[in-house]
C-alpha cells in the first residue's frame, strides 16, 4: 500500500513510480492541481450518542473537533479545538516568493496517507561538485500534519546527485529545522526569516562536506563511527551484543567498500564523505520498510531521519 495518495514532480520518476510529471516553471496554481492539493481542510465539532436503548440522545463533545477534507468530505483527524490547521495552499503558497523572485524551482509536492500529511520540496539553485564529478544540490523541504505525527516543518536538505541520497542540512547551533506546532499559528514569513533564506547554511554545509570528501579514513575509524552510529539508544557504542544493528552495520559496511551508487568515485572511496553517503544511501535506499513510501517517510521525518543526522554528526567529528 502507498502512502503517497497523489504527487507532482519535476525531473526524474519518483522514488514510488508514481505521480504527474510537469514541466519547469509552472504556476502554483497548476501544482495545486496536478500534485491533488487544491482542497480544504474543514473542521467539524465531534458528537457522540449516549445512553440505551439505541438511538439514545446526541452529545458533543467541546473541547475536540474533526478535520475533513473539503472535496471527499473523508475525516482525517480528531483533534484538540486549539488545533491550528495548516492548509494545502499554504504549504505551495510558501514558495511563491522563493520561486517567483528567488530563484527557487518547485521538484515535487504531493499528498500523503489520505491527506493527513503534506509536503513540497523545492531546488534551492545552490550546489556543490567534489572531485570526481560528485555534485550535491540543495533543497528546501516544507512538510506537515494534520494528525498529531508532524509539527509543520521547513528543513534545508540536500541531496546527491549519483544516488539520490538525502541529508539535513543543520543550521547552526544544532538546529536542524524550524518546527511550527500546531498549537502556534503558521506564520510563513517569520519561518522563512527563521531559515536565514540565504547563502550561510549552504556555504557552511558545502565547506564541511569538501572537508570529508578530503579527510581518509582507516579502518579502525570505520569500525568506531559504525560503532556509534548503530548503537541502540544511549548504548555504549561496541560492535557486538544486543545494543547494536549488526545487520545494518554489515549493509552500510558493504555500500561504502564498493556496493554504494558512487561508491568509488574520488570524492568517496576511503574518505569520510563515502562513509557517511553509505549511511544515507542505506536509509534511503535499503533499510528494512514496509514499503519504499515508508522508508521515505521515515528518511524524512522519522527514525530513518535520526539516523542520518546522527551519522552527520559523527562524521564532523571526523574533520573537526
Known amino acids: 500500500m502507498h502512502l503517497v495518495q497523489s504527487m507532482a514532480y519535476v525531473g526524474e520518476m519518483p522514488w514510488h513510480g508514481l505521480g504527474t510529471q510537469l514541466v519547469p516553471d509552472q504556476s502554483l496554481e497548476v501544482w495545486a492541481q496536478q ?43 480528531v483533534v484538540s479545538k486549539r488545533f491550528k490547521v495548516v492548509q494545502p495552499a499554504e504549504i505551495l503558497e510558501f514558495y511563491r516568493d522563493l520561486t517567483e523572485i528567488g530563484g527557487y524551482q518547485m521538484e515535487t509536492a504531493g499528498v500523503l496517507k489520505e491527506g493527513r500529511k503534506l509536503w513540497a520540496l523545492a531546488r534551492t539553485g545552490q550546489s556543490v561538485t567534489l572531485k570526481g564529478r560528485d ?19 521547513a528543513q534545508f536538505t540536500s541531496v546527491r546527485v549519483v544516488c539520490n541520497n538525502t541529508l539535513a542540512i543543520a543550521l547552526g547551533e544544532g538546529a536542524e529545522a524550524i518546527k511550527v506546532p500546531h498549537r502556534s499559528a503558521f506564520d510563513a514569513q517569520a519561518v522563512k526569516r527563521q531559515l536565514g533564506i540565504a547563502i550561510t547554511p549552504w556555504s557552511s554545509f558545502s565547506d564541511y562536506i569538501k572537508e570529508l ?17 548503530f548503537a541502540y539508544g544511549h548504548a ?13 552495520a554489515q549493509k552500510v559496511l558493504a555500500l561504502y ?20 553517503n553509505s549511511v544515507t544511501e542505506y536509509v534511503d535506499h535499503h533499510r528494512r520498510s514496509r514499503s519504499h513510501d515508508h522508508r521515505r517517510d521515515a528518511a524524512w521525518f522519522g ?10 554528526e559523527h562524521a564532523v567529528e571526523m574533520v573537526g
Open 303 to 312: 527514525q530513518g531521519l535520526l539516523l542520518k543526522q546522527k551519522a552527520w
Open 213 to 229: 570528501a578530503s579527510c581518509r579514513v582507516a579502518d579502525k575509524t570505520v569500525e568506531d563511527f559504525l560503532a556509534k552510529v
Open 35 to 77: 500534485a491533488g492539493m487544491n482542497w480544504r481542510i474543514e473542521t467539524a465539532d465531534v458528537h457522540y450518542i449516549a445512553g440505551h436503548p439505541f438511538p439514545g440522545s446526541l452529545q458533543k463533545y467541546p473541547d475536540q473537533k474533526v478535520l475533513y477534507r473539503s472535496d471527499t468530505k473523508a475525516p482525517l483527524s
Open 236 to 248: 555504549k557504542a561496541e560492535r557486538h551484543g544486543p545494543a547494536f544493528n549488526e545487520h545494518a
Open 257 to 276: 567498500t564498493g556496493e554504494g551508487k558512487g561508491a568509488g568515485m574520488s570524492s568517496a572511496k576511503g574518505t569520510a564523505w563515502g562513509l557517511l
Open 135 to 153: 555534485t550535491v544540490k540543495g533543497y528546501l523541504l516544507l512538510a506537515t500534519a494534520c494528525d498529531g505525527t508532524l509539527a509543520t516543518t
